[in-house]
C-alpha cells in the first residue's frame, strides 16, 4: 500500500496589480481525490495554478508536498501540468513531441502507443503537430500527462477545444487515474462529471 | 531517464527544429556573410587598409550575428508553453538550458565559424592569422551564447526586448571582442597569442559554468508574469 499524497496548502494569498485575488486560502487534497476550482474569470485561479506549479511565489502563505516545501522535495517527480499553453512544439511530429515529454520526466505507467490509443491519437505518430486540429492538439498535451509517471495533476481548463467525446474520455482517464491513487486539481468552465470520485470545489471570489 | 538523456534529447530537439525552420536559422549567417562583403565594396581599393581591418570586421559581425540570433533562443519555447514543462522537470533548469545554448551554438556559432576562413581570404586576411581566427571564433562565440542566454531569459517576457537585450548583453562582449580581436591582429603581425587564447579559453570555462545558472533563475522570473 502506497503512502497516502498530500498536497497542503496554507493562508496563501495572492496579491495582482495590487488587488487581492484570494487571501487566507487553506485547503488540503490527498491521493484520491480531486480538486475543482471555480470562478469568474479574473478571480486568481489561474495565478493559484501557477502558485502551486512554483512558477509564481505565493504573497503569503505556503504550499506543501506531502509536508515539504514544493521547491524542496520530491514535488516535481510527481506532478504534471496542462495550462493555457499547449507545451507542444508545432514542427515536431506528435511521436518526437512525447519523446522530448518523457526525457524531461520519468517514464509512467503507459508506454507512447498506449497513450496515443488512449487519447484517439493512434496512426498519428508521424504528423507535424501544426497540421492537427485544436482539439487534437489538446489531446496530445493531455496525452504528456499518461507518459510521465506522475500522482498529481495540475490542470487550467483542460477542456478547451475538446469535443464532447474528448470531453468524456478524458473524464473517463482523470477517474482512472484518481483511482490509481492520483490527485487532480483543476479549473474548467465545463461541467465535469467524475463518477465515484471524491471532489472538492473551491470558489473563489 | 537519466540527466544526460535528457540532455541529449534537448539538443536533438533543437537541432530537428532548426532543421525544420532553415530558413529563419539562416538569417544570422547571411547577416553575417553579407556585412563582410560589403565592406570592401564600401572601401573602395585600399587592400591595405582593409587587411588591417579584417580581424575587427570578422568579430564585430560575428557579435552582431550573434545578438541578431539570440532572441530565437527561448521565444518560440516561451510562447508554446514548452519552457513551462522545462521549468516542472525534475532535471535541474540550468542543465537543460545549457542543452538549449549548446544546440543553438551548433546552429548559429558553428556555421560561422566554418565560413569565416573564407571571408578572412576574401579580406586579405595574412594567412597565419586564419587559424588564430578560428581558435578565436571556436572559444568566443560559444562565450556569446552563454552570455547572452542570460540576457535573453531577462527580456523574453516583455514584448519588445531588442534593445534592452542589446544593452545588458553587448557590454559584457566588449571583452570577448578585445582579446579576440587583438590575437588575430597579433598574430597577423608574428607575435605570439598564446596569452589571448588563454585568456579566451579561461572566459569559455567560466561562462560554461557559470551563465545557465542565472539564466535559469532569469527564466524563472520571466514566467511569473
Not at chain 2, 582593409?50 to 541578431?68: F, K, N, T, V, Y
Not at chain 2, 538550458?97 to 573564407?118: D, E, F, R
Request: charged residues 15%; proline residues 4%; contains cysteine.
Amino acid at each position: 500500500m502506497e503512502r497516502l499524497l498530500s498536497l497542503e496548502v496554507k493562508n496563501l494569498c495572492c496579491i495582482r496589480d495590487d488587488r487581492v485575488l484570494f487571501d487566507n486560502l487553506s485547503f488540503n487534497v490527498f491521493s484520491g481525490q480531486a480538486l475543482l476550482l471555480e470562478g469568474q474569470n479574473g478571480s486568481g485561479k489561474s495565478s493559484l495554478l501557477k502558485i502551486l506549479c512554483g512558477f509564481r511565489e505565493p504573497d503569503a502563505g505556503e504550499v506543501l508536498w506531502c509536508g515539504v516545501e514544493i521547491n524542496n522535495g520530491t514535488f516535481f517527480e510527481q506532478m504534471a501540468y496542462v495550462g493555457h499553453l499547449d507545451g507542444v512544439k508545432k514542427e515536431l511530429t506528435v511521436l518526437e513531441n512525447l519523446k522530448i515529454a518523457t526525457a524531461l520526466g520519468k517514464p509512467g505507467h503507459y508506454s507512447i502507443e498506449e497513450t496515443l490509443e488512449k487519447v484517439y491519437l493512434s496512426g498519428y505518430d508521424d504528423v507535424l503537430v501544426q497540421s492537427l486540429s485544436a482539439g487534437q492538439k489538446r489531446r496530445l498535451s493531455l496525452a504528456r500527462l499518461l507518459i510521465t509517471d506522475n500522482k498529481l495533476w495540475i490542470l487550467d481548463e483542460p477542456f478547451t477545444s475538446l469535443d464532447k467525446e474528448g470531453i468524456a474520455i478524458f473524464e473517463a482517464l482523470m477517474v482512472d487515474h484518481i483511482a490509481r491513487e492520483g490527485m487532480v486539481v483543476l479549473t474548467s468552465h465545463h461541467d465535469i462529471t467524475l463518477h465515484g470520485i471524491d471532489v472538492q470545489t473551491i470558489r473563489l471570489a | 531517464m537519466s540527466l544526460s538523456n535528457a540532455f541529449i534529447a534537448i539538443i536533438r530537439r533543437d537541432l530537428v527544429l532548426a532543421y525544420r525552420r532553415r530558413a529563419e536559422v539562416a538569417n544570422p549567417l547571411l547577416f553575417f556573410v553579407l556585412v563582410i562583403t560589403l565592406f570592401p565594396l564600401g572601401l573602395g581599393a585600399q587592400t591595405k587598409l582593409l587587411q588591417a581591418m579584417a580581424p575587427g570586421i570578422i568579430w564585430i559581425a560575428a557579435l552582431l550575428a550573434a545578438m541578431l540570433s539570440l532572441d530565437s533562443l527561448f521565444r518560440s519555447d516561451f510562447d508554446d508553453g514548452s519552457l513551462e514543462q522545462f521549468i516542472l522537470s525534475p532535471h535541474p533548469l540550468s542543465v537543460l538550458i545549457l542543452a538549449k545554448i549548446v544546440a543553438h551554438w551548433l546552429v548559429t556559432g558553428l556555421p560561422l565559424l566554418l565560413i569565416s576562413p573564407l571571408l578572412a581570404i576574401f579580406l586579405g586576411m595574412p594567412e597565419q592569422s586564419v587559424p588564430v581566427l578560428l581558435w578565436t571564433l571556436l572559444l568566443g562565440t560559444p562565450v556569446l551564447s552563454l552570455i547572452g542566454s542570460i540576457g535573453v531569459a531577462l527580456t523574453v517576457g516583455l514584448r519588445r526586448g531588442g534593445m534592452i537585450l542589446a544593452l545588458l548583453v553587448l557590454p559584457l562582449y566588449i571583452p570577448v571582442l578585445i582579446f579576440a580581436g587583438n590575437a588575430v591582429e597579433m598574430a597577423g603581425s608574428g607575435l605570439p597569442v598564446g596569452a589571448q587564447l588563454n585568456i579566451l579559453a579561461a572566459i569559455l570555462f567560466a561562462a560554461l559554468v557559470l551563465a545557465p545558472l542565472p539564466a535559469a533563475a532569469a527564466l524563472k522570473m520571466s514566467m511569473n508574469g
